[in-house]
């Protein structure tokens, strides 16, 4: 069964440090994994995603994940938090090969940013 | 590249009267297409996998009745809330991923407030 865990519901960082939200998953199959980000009332964008290339996966405003297969994480970090970082991030699995919608979404991890 | 846009992205209407959402590819041909539903401080719950030219595939849970979504064209999905009820209120989000890719583009979602 594919599953995904967003360890903390929320993460609360102050502006220039660093930034780390954790996510765990379980999947029977080679996954493929996604980091969406969602602001207030807004649709979700896309940061970055893992489709079984590099194992460390840069994403758009500065952000990154590594794809850790022994430790079953996908853990999304950025050196130095802004401001505007401060949304709903979702971590997400689906897998090669398996039906198109089958994307299994983590319940989300908020973060806020302190000036 | 990848644009999906919804229409309209507020609408509140009276308990009983129907409501239509439109969800649009804006710069590539969609064969599939998805609905979520995502309630307050909650994840998105897909709802229904909406193919082009052929009927929808509801999640289980999910009255077909009540969500009508409809694909008539590569670039185009309706969904349908028929006798909208306030505990229809929620945020609808569409996807659409390009052909042969797993990664999901999300529209800007449909705020829904049922009076």
Redesign the interface.
């Known amino acids: 069964a594919q599953s995904v865990t967003q360890l903390d519901s929320h993460v609360s960082v102050s502006e220039g440090t660093p930034v780390l939200l954790r996510c765990n998953y379980s999947s029977s199959y080679s996954p493929?994994l996604?980091w969406?980000v969602q602001h207030p009332?807004?649709?979700?964008?896309?940061l970055l995603?893992y489709?079984s290339a590099a194992t460390l996966v840069k994403g758009i405003n500065g952000f990154e994940a590594e794809f850790k297969k022994s430790e079953t994480s996908f853990h999304l970090t950025k050196p130095s938090a802004h401001m505007s970082d401060a949304a709903e991030y979702?971590c997400v699995v689906?897998w090669?090969g398996?039906s198109?919608?089958n994307?299994i979404?983590?319940?989300?991890t908020k973060l806020s940013v302190k000036p | 590249g990848a644009v999906v846009s919804q229409h309209p992205s507020w609408v509140i209407c009276k308990s009983g009267t129907s409501v239509k959402i439109e969800c649009r590819s804006l710069d590539f041909q969609a064969t599939t297409m998805f609905w979520y539903r995502q309630f307050p401080k909650q994840s998105l719950m897909l709802m229904a996998t909406s193919n082009e030219g052929s009927k929808a595939t509801y999640e289980q849970g999910v009255e077909k009745d009540k969500f009508l979504i409809n694909h008539a064209s590569l670039t185009l999905s309706t969904l349908t809330v028929t006798s909208a009820h306030p505990e229809d209120s929620s945020f609808y989000i569409c996807s659409a991923n390009l052909a042969g890719e797993e990664t999901q583009y999300f529209g800007p979602g449909t705020r829904l407030l049922v009076l």
């Open positions: 493929s996604f969406y009332n807004k649709g979700l964008q896309l995603k489709t979702f689906t090669y398996g198109q919608g994307l979404f983590g319940k989300g």
